[in-house]
């Protein structure tokens, strides 16, 4: 089974919600792309609860240097569930303590819509693209 501390690139899959970890073209930048329906039932039929908080721990890889940006790619996500938005708020304050600043890129309708019934779209910090996550 594949583990968070690979540099290069992962993915974890097991059905039709995936997380892919990537590096951005900075080597402190971190790309979570996220394909598939991102809710509770896509996200834990997919991956153990352990080993989802693994993958948004962000630590970096022996080597490399400590993250500074992590940009969620959420280009393929279809749609997202009040639990999805809350793992992902959860992480957006774990960034926050440890001085990472996370992005939201990519945002389909959708995901739009329940950011913004949810109220979350004024916390989240959101660009139209990872490119431009990446220069922000």
């Known amino acids: ?72 790619d959420l280009s393929e996500c279809p749609y997202i569930d009040s639990s999805g938005l809350g793992i992902i708020v959860t992480h957006m304050v774990r960034c926050q303590k440890k001085g990472i600043k996370m992005i939201a890129a990519g945002i389909s309708p959708r995901v739009k819509q329940v950011m913004h019934i949810t109220r979350v779209d004024g916390i989240i910090c959101c660009c139209g693209s990872v490119e431009e996550a990446e220069n922000c």
């Open 1 to 72: 089974m594949a583990t968070a501390q690979a540099s290069a690139w992962q993915t974890w899959n097991s059905g039709p919600f995936s997380i892919e970890r990537k590096p951005g073209k900075d080597p402190s930048i971190v790309i979570l792309r996220f394909r598939g329906p991102f809710t509770l039932r896509d996200a834990y039929s997919c991956l153990e609860p352990t080993m989802l908080n693994k993958i948004l721990e962000l630590e970096p890889a022996p080597g490399d240097p400590p993250v500074v940006k992590n940009i969620l």
